[in-house]
């Protein structure tokens, strides 16, 4: 398991490959990435504010619970913070399995967790100014099908 | 003394991102009363406890939890990582 | 959209990463990677016949189903046949959308119908013989979710 | 003429993967019928329906379906891929 809280900017593919040569015995690997979207076309970045030491101990938790869940064979989550620009890679996770039904069922997990329960805030940045990106109702009803 | 902390519209509001009380403050919510009484950015940082949680030494707590022990108190919006 | 059938061994992290490059505009990017499992510790090969033709019509229209019912920004599926070694990457998934749920759904529905509906078999060779792998039951009633 | 193929071990057991059939077979369960009765291999390959599954010019399809038109008949197992 590795949980990686990080300014610096990352390669998703290269991380899935090197995720995917630690694990042997695995059938099934799936990776999830998450990019900066400009929806309104005028984003000039996304600044990431977190919670430093909360951040590692909520993100092991999350990763612990779903190791717990389902037979995993390795779990990866990188969490950039920071100023980001459009198009980056905000975040991953990988998940190893035996099958493909336990590697999704912890990817989405591990997903809806992290959105709602790691110590993360997003902010969008544009010429106008900058605007803390609000929770959704959708995020936190997702965690109720765990 | 206990360590309280803000993040994201909490911190820009009260302006500062952290601070140290005294306080004999039995819960969360008794806390959170004192800050209101102390100014008006306090007050307005915490018009609305529903848009806001609560940590209590890096865990997630509720605004009823007791603070007997606690060393660091932060208080954020709901969280938006992902 | 692209598909591939092919003999060749590929990689998934590189594939992952050309995918990614072809994509503007996503916020959410999942891959699925299947790889070649050793159950019995004793494996030599996995043998994987198809139907040319057939099997990349079949996947083109499970590709376009998944783009009807979920907003796709692009889709790449890779699926290998003929001798492949234990560990080997079998087949790949990748989806691209705006938000998680739409890229995670598209790429589950993917895989539980290349499952089934698309024309492979695979054969386990080991030192004692060679045995078809039969289908699984939990497969088919895979398809009934969606 | 239509092209029959067999794939896994409906190949094996026929002992070839494609032969040609001249046939007036309406449905493929009647085209079936007629493969069964040629050799003890056919007989055999074709024993239980519900472990095999047909395609007619590369769509999966039922064993009531109509043969007129069809060109390509292709018997195989579950398939296994992914």
Chains 1, 3 share one sequence.
């Not at chain 1, 979207?37 to 504010?49: F, P, T, V, Y």
């Not at chain 1, 190791?67 to 996770?93: F, K, S, T, Y």
């Not at chain 1, 591990?110 to 803390?132: C, H, I, N, Q």
């Not at chain 2, 306090?42 to 605004?63: C, G, K, N, P």
Request: charged share 25%; no cysteine.
């Amino acid at each position: 398991m590795r949980i990686a809280v990080q300014p610096a900017a990352f390669d998703p593919s290269a991380e899935a490959g090197l995720f995917a040569a630690g694990v042997s015995g695995a059938g099934a690997l799936v990776t999830f990435t998450g990019l900066v979207r400009d929806l309104s076309g005028r984003l000039s970045a996304m600044e990431i504010e977190h919670y430093p030491g909360m951040t590692e101990r909520a993100i092991r938790a999350i990763a612990e619970e779903a190791a717990a869940r389902w037979q995993l064979i390795d779990v990866l989550v990188i969490h950039r913070h920071g100023r980001l620009a459009p198009g980056e890679p905000i975040m991953m996770v990988a998940t190893a399995a035996a099958h493909r039904a336990e590697a999704f069922a912890a990817a989405e997990f591990l997903m809806d967790y992290l959105k709602s329960r790691a110590p993360f805030w997003k902010k969008e940045v544009t010429a106008d100014g900058a605007e803390w990106v609000a929770a959704k109702d959708e995020d936190e009803a997702a965690l109720w099908r765990w | 003394m206990i360590d309280l902390l803000y993040f994201a519209w909490v911190r820009e509001r009260i302006g500062l991102p952290r601070e140290g009380v005294e306080t004999d403050a039995a819960t969360v919510a008794d806390l959170v009363a004192e800050l209101r009484a102390r100014e008006e950015r306090y007050a307005l940082a915490f018009a609305d406890l529903s848009a806001l949680r609560v940590a209590l030494d890096q865990e997630l707590s509720e605004f009823d939890a007791p603070l007997a022990g606690v060393r660091e108190v932060a208080f954020f919006p709901p969280m938006t990582g992902g």
